[in-house]
């Protein structure tokens, strides 16, 4: 049965291929793809504008004022009224120390001047009767006096009418010599009563100034206010604040240059701090570290002999109090404006190695790499001291899909600049495209 159908089957086969190949000879060729576009970039042109010459310095948060709560009288810490680490004003309550000894001390004082006060009032009765003796005692020695030489009054009699008088003017003086000796305790009596009551106002620790308590050095039950407990705690003056810096002399003639024009105006900055814009954000470092304006209010009238250097400090105000003594920070001060500076976008700038780059977009739509030199940074541009000319069209984002001689298709110019922001050195390199 196999034997009978086989040339049927062949003859099917042959068919088939013949058709196979019909088909594929009548098949159009498959079109060519199309070449990829060109990179997508923006642009920007290399312009001029006025900016502002600033400079940064480190320093170091100061306060105005950090006054040290000291133990002025010795005893047992009764209480502390005020937690560590609190806002405080002046007068305001922070220690109490146990007043007994001191309260014996004013008792006493008043007792030694109520018996000066009655000595003195004895002593003036004394006078009182001293001088009327002696008064008598000198109307004697006057009525006697004449009748002496006629013999009327024995030599005897004489005699003892003076020896009165003169004992009448002794006591006297005596009686006077004890008022002056009450008098003294008397005053003794008062300063020891005044030293009492300091005393017992020392008892009570009040805070000298507005501002934030620091960590206590003893608490309830310690013995304070001798020679070497006597550092209790620390109130620091929060606002307004200082931030020292010490520029380098040859700032010195520019800054007070400026400074005859008006008030320097500064910003000081907290750079890397951690901040948080709003509740319950993450905590970010470096993005929008908190900085103030302030004012330069001091030149040191010296200049270092080892670092020619010279303090000076710039006043800020501290409202939300996140700047705290000892704190480093940045002062950025603007002496003057550099104007007509050339500036490109900081996005436009790439790195090799140690030299800054930006892509020039050529008549031909090409890219060539040119180096810059960056001198500052301000807002998000740069300034550039050469490299580039103000006109040249410049390729401000997209740098990094970019090699040299390549086309690319401009999607035009870059968004606005964004709001102004203190003034930083240039960056050393930035990453970007190849070359």
């Avoid at 008006?262 to 750079?271: E, S």
């Avoid at 993005?287 to 303090?311: A, K, Y």
Wanted: hydrophobic share 45%; proline share 7%.
């Amino acid at each position: 049965m196999m034997m009978k159908n086989e040339p049927m089957t062949i003859l099917t086969y042959t068919a088939l291929c013949g058709s196979i190949a019909t088909l594929a000879a009548c098949e159009k060729p498959k079109a060519a793809m199309p070449a990829p576009l060109p990179p997508a970039v923006s642009t920007a042109i290399v312009a001029t504008r006025d900016i502002p010459m600033t400079h940064d310095f480190p320093a170091t948060i100061t306060s105005p004022q950090m006054v040290d709560i000291n133990a002025r009288v010795s005893g047992w810490l009764l209480s502390q009224d005020t937690p560590d680490g609190a806002h405080v004003k002046k007068g305001q309550l922070l220690y109490n120390i146990d007043p007994a000894q001191y309260k014996i001390q004013l008792d006493a004082a008043n007792a030694q001047a109520a018996q000066a006060n009655a000595q003195l009032t004895v002593s003036r009765g004394q006078l009182d009767a001293a001088v009327a003796q002696k008064v008598y005692a000198q109307a004697t020695y006057d009525r006697n006096k004449g009748l002496v030489a006629s013999g009327a009054v024995s030599k005897e009699s004489w005699d003892q009418i003076t020896e009165n008088l003169a004992a009448a003017n002794a006591s006297v003086e005596q009686a006077n010599g004890n008022i002056a000796l009450a008098q003294g305790s008397a005053l003794s009596a008062n300063a020891t009563i005044e030293n009492a009551k300091l005393n017992l106002e020392w008892c009570v620790v009040e805070s000298p100034l507005d501002g934030i308590m620091g960590a206590s050095s003893y608490f309830p039950g310690s013995l304070v206010g001798d020679a070497s407990k006597q550092l209790l705690n620390t109130v620091v003056q929060m606002d307004p604040m200082w931030a020292s810096f010490s520029p380098s002399a040859n700032f010195l003639p520019t800054i007070l240059a400026n400074q005859k024009v008006g008030d320097l105006p500064a910003i000081v900055t907290l750079t890397g701090a951690s901040n948080v814009p709003a509740p319950g954000l993450p905590l970010t470092l470096g993005v929008d570290s908190p900085h103030v304006e302030g004012r330069l209010v001091m030149v040191n009238n010296q200049i270092s002999g080892t670092s020619d250097t010279i303090l000076m400090r710039v006043e800020f105000p501290n409202v939300t109090g996140v700047f705290r003594p000892g704190a480093y920070a940045t002062v950025t001060v603007q002496l003057g404006t550099q104007t007509n500076a050339v500036v490109i976008p900081r996005t436009a700038v790439f790195a090799r190695q140690t030299e800054l780059f930006v892509w020039v977009v050529k008549d031909d739509e090409t890219v060539e790499s040119v180096a810059v030199d960056a001198q500052s940074m301000y807002e998000d541009v740069l300034v550039i001291k050469s490299g580039v000319a103000p006109g040249t069209k410049i390729v401000s984002e997209g740098v990094g899909k970019l090699r040299a001689g390549m086309k690319v298709r401009d999607m035009g110019a870059t968004a606005p600049t964004s709001p102004a922001k203190p003034a930083t050195p240039a960056p050393a390199a930035s990453t970007g495209g190849k070359g």
